[in-house]
């Protein structure tokens, strides 16, 4: 359907990034999820067709594009694949955007133009064992020893940390304490820095293609001057880009649900059933309008959050309902594409088990369903 909110070049955009999709990803996903590889290759193809630093400013290699665009991009990605979706969007969201929006101009020209093109990924360490929902738990500690930051923790799935072209990482840690107050501050961590380890995780449900690690810090040792905007803003500066990742997440729900709702459609219209294909049956049919409406009520409320946040305008709370809406949406019209396809949907031979099994993060990564309805009822005024 035609959205207002869409100009010539987000039609565009949606056209390139669509068709890439289909011609590059779609006839090796299946692959990549089977064997749970990484693919450098397909990342350096994403970046070369733009896909990395989308909103960044050209003055740092990016594309200097407004942020409906990246979230269309991401959208369409993953309509055909969830693990490139998360590869993109956690470059994008959670890789550049701290040093975009926080980091002085040393950091982002040093940074920033590699990470751009899709050359190197960054990973954004906030999760802990015992730090998911409550990320004022960190216990990863950094210690100002001279000029340099001592660093001793652990972090717990983090996308793109561990791939062979990851550069580094933003942590928080403790920086100090005052009375019962703890002090947050975000830390540029390279891969190679002498102390730091990043182990790959396998054996995950979803996302199989893209890259999850563990970080380990144990005395790893980075200058004074690795602190990402000014020590005891850590916590500041990553929520604010969990407030960005809310709307990646979000559009990653609406592109699987849109994939789910067309190969429902598409198996519809094609299996048989007393006669006639079971699209023309009632109770298939009512199910697929249903999808449609869901889908579509996604797109309008996630567009809104989008266009508030490229206007200057307040979008925490919209990106907070677009997150939760767009990735039950995506849970709820999977589990019906699967019910249309009856028994077929259950084998790995058919693309919606897949998508079924993606979507599951996405009620529990960059904020549970729970923690999101915990801060909408907030701005409410609960």
Not at 209 to 217: I, V
Not at 269 to 274: G, T, V
Request: overall charge negative; charged content about 25%; hydrophobic content about 40%.
């Amino acid at each position: 359907m035609e959205h207002p909110l869409l100009n010539e070049d987000h039609h565009l955009i949606r056209e390139s990034v669509r068709d890439f999709a289909e011609r590059e990803i779609k006839p090796i996903a299946k692959e990549l999820d089977d064997k749970q590889e990484f693919s450098v290759e397909l990342t350096h193809k994403m970046g070369d067709i733009g896909l990395f630093g989308m909103v960044v400013s050209p003055d740092y290699g990016g594309q200097g594009m407004d942020y409906l665009s990246y979230i269309i991009a991401v959208e369409e990605l993953a309509r055909i694949d969830s693990s490139q979706a998360a590869t993109v969007a956690a470059g994008n969201s959670l890789g550049m955007n701290p040093i975009y929006y926080f980091g002085n101009e040393e950091q982002k020209k040093k940074y920033l133009p590699m990470l751009c093109s899709g050359k190197k990924l960054w990973g954004f360490g906030l999760t802990e064992p015992n730090a998911g929902s409550d990320s004022r738990n960190s216990k990863t500690l950094a210690k100002l020893v001279a000029e340099n930051w001592v660093i001793n923790g652990s972090k717990i799935f983090i996308t793109n940390a561990s791939t062979e072209i990851t550069w580094g990482s933003t942590i928080q840690a403790v920086s100090g304490v005052h009375g019962k107050e703890k002090e947050f501050t975000a830390i540029i961590v390279e891969n190679d820095t002498p102390g730091f380890t990043a182990k790959t995780m396998h054996n995950k449900m979803m996302w199989r293609a893209s890259n999850t690690a563990e970080l380990y810090f144990d005395d790893c040792k980075v200058p004074e001057s690795a602190v990402l905007g000014n020590r005891g803003e850590g916590s500041k500066i990553m929520l604010n880009t969990l407030d960005c990742g809310r709307l990646s997440i979000g559009a990653m729900g609406l592109g699987l649900a849109q994939g789910a709702f067309e190969l429902a459609m598409q198996y519809a219209n094609e299996r048989i059933q007393f006669g006639k294909p079971i699209s023309k049956q009632q109770i298939i049919s009512f199910k697929l309008a249903d999808m449609a409406l869901k889908v579509e009520l996604a797109r309008n409320l996630l567009y809104k959050a989008c266009w508030l946040k490229d206007h200057d305008k307040p979008f925490a709370l919209e990106a907070a309902m677009s997150k939760l809406y767009c990735s039950e949406v995506a849970q709820q019209v999977a589990n019906e594409a699967v019910q249309i396809h009856g028994g077929y949907g259950l084998m790995k031979d058919y693309d919606i088990e897949r998508l079924y099994r993606d979507q599951r993060l996405l009620q529990i990564g960059e904020g549970t369903s729970e923690i999101q309805r915990l801060v909408i009822s907030r701005y409410i005024g609960c």
